[in-house]
């Protein structure tokens, strides 16, 4: 059973980094499809990445693309998401979720995902 256990996030000034990062604590051996959601107040779950069962293909939503590169370490069953240059816009609760790696796309819809982990806030302020 996947489990995914997220750390990392908080408060930040722009300009700034933080890294979270999204552990399978069920330590299963089966591949998945890892991402990254977040949702500000008062606004639908929003995609920010996606990093494929193989590591080979990421995708990105455009707002940030060149600045929250994702990545993963499955000899330690985490996926990473390296948040740099924050600005305002970018406070929200984000989310990393899994789908197994049967599925090829499209990734946008947070209804197409099997499993979520706990949520944590990312706050930017000027």
């Known amino acids: 059973q996947v489990m995914l256990v997220e750390s990392g996030g908080g408060w930040v000034q722009a300009g700034g980094s933080l890294r979270r990062a999204c552990a399978d604590a069920?330590?299963?051996?089966?591949?998945?499809?890892m991402g990254w959601f977040r949702q500000a107040p008062g606004k639908k779950r929003e995609f920010v990445s996606v990093?494929?069962?193989?590591?080979?293909?990421?995708d990105y939503v455009d707002s940030v693309k060149g600045r929250f590169p994702i990545s993963r370490d499955d000899a330690k069953n985490t996926v990473y998401l390296q948040m740099n240059a924050l600005a305002p816009e970018d406070t929200a609760v984000y989310y990393c979720?899994?789908?197994?790696?049967?599925?090829?796309?499209?990734?946008?819809?947070?209804?197409?995902?099997?499993?979520w982990g706990q949520g944590t806030q990312v706050t930017v302020s000027t």
């Open positions: 979720a899994a789908v197994g790696s049967y599925y090829s796309g499209p990734y946008y819809d947070p209804s197409v995902w099997d499993y």
């Open positions: 069920g330590r299963t051996e089966s591949l998945y499809n």
């Open positions: 990093i494929t069962w193989s590591g080979n293909t990421v």
